[in-house]
């Protein structure tokens, strides 16, 4: 059978569409997962910086594993050529890119924005802050060669901006390919995604969402 697979884990992982035959299951961990990140959410007030950076990456892991498993149920749905279950596995896994990107925002260290502004600091002129800016985009994506996503990260803005959009291209190719009858086209996928990710690294001054009056912890 075909599915599909991704470099890296969960949702800032590489999509990536290959013939396999293991099948898809649950990860085995999820229930221990969900139970560790309630017993963290039942504390009354976190006041403790290090606390709240711990609900936000065990969460941020629940969460992960929980779209690789949505994004396995999508693959199972493509080869069956069920659009209907198709639309739902995808507005689920959008539905969760959004919630990892609002969880990474309850403190300022798990944005890009963060990483971003660090990495300016160190030019003393706009053209020398861009240059930094740039390397700091290029190392948490593209990296260089077969590289891609060595050094990924989960920040928030970078899910939105970056892996959401790499997940939209695998999205609208599997929908083009069911609806046309016709094969996945994998290497223009790639080369789509490449494109993107390579744009989005030269980027300076981007704007990343902001979540105004929200706060999730």
């Keep these: 059978s075909h599915a599909t697979t991704w470099r890296g884990t969960g949702a800032n992982g590489f999509p990536n569409f290959k013939k396999t035959t293991k099948k898809c299951r649950p990860y085995s961990d999820m229930k221990a997962l969900n139970e ?71 403190h300022p260290f798990c944005t890009v924005d963060k990483w971003i502004d660090q990495a300016r600091e160190f030019g003393q002129t706009p053209e020398v802050k861009d240059y930094y800016e740039m390397n700091a985009r290029r190392l948490i994506t593209t990296w260089g060669g077969d590289l891609n996503d060595y050094a990924v990260r989960n920040y928030s803005g970078l899910i939105a901006n970056y892996h959401a959009k790499r997940w939209e291209i695998y999205i609208d190719e599997a929908f083009r390919s069911v609806r046309t009858g016709t094969p996945f086209r994998d290497k223009e996928r790639i080369k789509a995604t490449n494109e993107f990710q390579l744009s989005f690294a030269d980027k300076h001054g981007e704007q990343f969402p902001k979540y105004q009056g929200i706060e999730l912890l």
Excluded: C, P
């Excluded at 929980?66 to 995808?90: C, N, Q």
């Excluded at 896994?93 to 919630?99: E, G, Q, S, W, Y």
């Design 36 to 106: 560790a990140w309630q017993l963290l959410l039942k504390q009354k007030s976190v006041t403790v910086d290090a606390a709240k950076v711990d609900l936000i990456w065990t969460g941020r892991e629940l969460l992960g594993n929980l779209f690789g498993y949505e994004k396995a149920e999508f693959d199972s749905a493509y080869v069956a050529a069920d659009t209907v279950k198709m639309h739902e596995k995808a507005y689920i896994m959008r539905a969760l890119l959004t919630d990892l990107d609002m969880l990474n925002a309850q």
